[in-house]
């Protein structure tokens, strides 16, 4: 089963330096019926103006993960850790027993990103943050597997889940495999998956599936994840 909620349904803050899109509850955007997608719990489309960010905060039991689709973003923790993430990258950091953090936009343009929080499955772990570089050409053997828990992936969080992301070319179609439910985001062109529409800032549930199929309507970026229930 599939579900598609439009980049003009979800919920929105605009904070000046920051423009923020919600596909769930958060902050001041509360909808009692996108509260969560079993342990995925926040998905925050972000455009972060030059020069601005987040400045330091605290956090503690959550696995956050950011993907930066244009720009970059540069991280910098209270545990000596700092780096910086550019677009089609991605950034994971487990706030187990607590981490305080900042992420700040030093480019001379405005940087644009998912934030993805999931819920770990163990708690008060130490906390730790790495990031990993990945391929930008489109791959004719589909998406890259990111981040996942069972140490299969470059980048290792503390939850069963799987994180795929990829460029497809216009008129590519795979077929992408699903461990327990996906969550569907389009960075960039417009995509089907089985025979349904779900265009660029979409995000889009797949459910009761072992597998969908994936087709580019044009030249686009899809990130699939796996997650289970909570």
């Keep these: 089963?599939?579900?598609?909620?439009?980049?003009?349904?979800?919920?929105h803050a605009d904070h000046g330096w920051l423009d923020a899109r919600h596909h769930f509850s958060f902050a001041n955007y509360h909808n009692d019926q996108r509260m969560n997608f079993g342990v995925l719990r926040v998905i925050n489309d972000d455009v972060i103006q030059s020069g601005r960010g987040f400045a330091a905060h605290p956090h503690?039991?959550?696995?956050?993960?950011?993907?930066?689709?244009?720009?970059?973003i540069t991280h910098k923790d209270n545990k000596g850790?700092?780096?910086?993430?550019?677009?089609?990258?991605?950034q994971v950091m487990s706030a187990g027993s607590g981490i305080t953090h900042s992420e700040q936009n030093l480019e001379p343009e405005d940087t644009t990103l998912y934030q993805i929080w999931i819920e770990p499955k163990q708690m008060n772990v130490a906390p730790r943050w790495d990031s990993h570089e990945f391929?930008?050409?489109?791959?004719?053997?589909?998406?890259?597997?990111?981040?996942?828990?069972?140490?299969?992936?470059?980048?290792?969080?503390?939850?069963?889940?799987?994180?795929y992301a990829g460029a497809l070319y216009e008129?590519?179609?795979?077929?992408?495999?699903?461990?327990?439910?996906?969550?569907?985001?389009?960075?960039?062109?417009?995509?089907?998956?089985?025979?349904?529409v779900v265009k660029k800032g979409d995000g889009a549930e797949v459910t009761n599936q072992s597998t969908v199929v994936i087709t580019a309507r044009s030249a686009a970026e899809v990130l699939v994840l796996d997650v289970p229930e909570a």
């Design 1 to 11: 089963m599939i579900n598609v909620y439009p980049y003009s349904s979800l919920g």
């Design 60 to 72: 503690n039991n959550m696995e956050i993960i950011t993907y930066v689709r244009s720009g970059a």
């Design 81 to 90: 850790n700092e780096g910086r993430t550019e677009a089609g990258d991605v």
């Design 135 to 163: 391929p930008k050409a489109t791959d004719e053997q589909g998406l890259a597997l990111l981040v996942s828990g069972d140490g299969n992936a470059p980048l290792m969080i503390h939850q069963d889940v799987y994180i």
């Design 171 to 196: 008129g590519q179609t795979i077929e992408q495999p699903i461990k327990h439910q996906a969550y569907v985001l389009v960075s960039n062109g417009d995509i089907t998956l089985d025979d349904i």
